[in-house]
Nanobody, 123 residues
């Protein structure tokens, strides 16, 4: 089974920066896409940014110019550099991966989530 482990959340003042990390483990053949979602209190989970295996990235409008996604394919990892943080960025951030992997039944493709890491932007 594929597992995603995130780290890097915390409390930061408005205008500050944080870097989130996420690493996938398991018997993985390829990662087609990795991205970050977030869920603020009382709101639905939303896509923040996505990086595909062909190198393309996309961002939700509210984070463009402030957040940067990057991948380290050798480490099966994805990172989210968040700059100029605003109180409205406060949420639980979830790593997501679209993966081809191997289990006892053979090769399969699945979508996986991390456990979430909390980001709080407050003075």
């Amino acid at each position: 089974q594929v597992q995603l482990v995130e780290s890097g959340g915390g409390l930061v003042q408005p205008g500050g920066s944080l870097r989130l990390s996420c690493t996938a483990s398991g018997v993985i053949f390829s990662i087609h896409a990795m991205g970050w979602y977030r869920q603020a209190p009382g709101k639905q989970r939303e896509l923040v940014t996505l990086a595909t295996s062909d190198g393309s990235t996309n961002y939700t409008d509210s984070v463009k110019g402030r957040f940067t996604i990057s991948r380290d394919n050798a480490k099966n990892s994805v990172y989210l550099q968040m700059n100029s943080l605003k109180p409205e960025d406060t949420a639980v951030y979830y790593c997501n991966a679209d993966v081809s992997a191997l289990n006892s039944y053979g090769r399969y493709r699945g979508n996986f989530w991390g456990q979430g890491t909390r980001v709080t932007v407050s003075s």
